[in-house]
């Protein structure tokens, strides 16, 4: 079982970033893959981006690629999305999510190859 707690959302302006935080409990973290998702209202849960276990491979989607990086440090169990140049766009609850799929070489990134979910983070972004 793997508990996910997200922090660092909160309301900015366009152009503005932030960083989300999420938290996992356990002793098996390297073994996860870990993703970000956000969900707008009135729309469907998307993936944003997704790391490997080891934090070797990346995959992000087309919307976020070049203002959003996502990395982990395994040492402290957390994973990051770093969130530049920030749309109104972006405003949704994030996800963090954990897939048993970390040790491929694929990187997961649909919703249903996660297996545990946080609560979400509220990211509003305001023109």
């Known amino acids: 079982q793997v508990q996910l707690v997200e922090s660092g959302g909160g309301l900015v302006q366009a152009g503005d970033s932030l960083r989300l935080s999420c938290a996992a409990s356990?002793?098996?973290?390297?073994?996860?893959?870990m993703g970000w998702f956000r969900q707008a209202p009135g729309k469907e849960r998307e993936f944003v981006a997704a790391?490997?276990?080891?934090?070797?491979?990346?995959y992000y989607a087309d919307s976020v690629k070049g203002r959003f990086t996502i990395s982990r440090d395994n040492a402290k169990n957390t994973v990051y999305l770093q969130m530049n140049s920030l749309k109104p766009e972006d405003t949704a609850v994030y996800y963090c999510a954990a897939s048993r799929y970390g040790s491929t070489w694929y990187v997961p990134r649909t919703l249903t190859e996660y297996d545990y979910w946080g609560q979400g983070t509220q990211v509003t972004v305001s023109s």
């Open positions: 790391i490997r276990g080891s934090g070797g491979s990346t």
């Open positions: 356990g002793r098996t973290f390297r073994s996860y893959a």
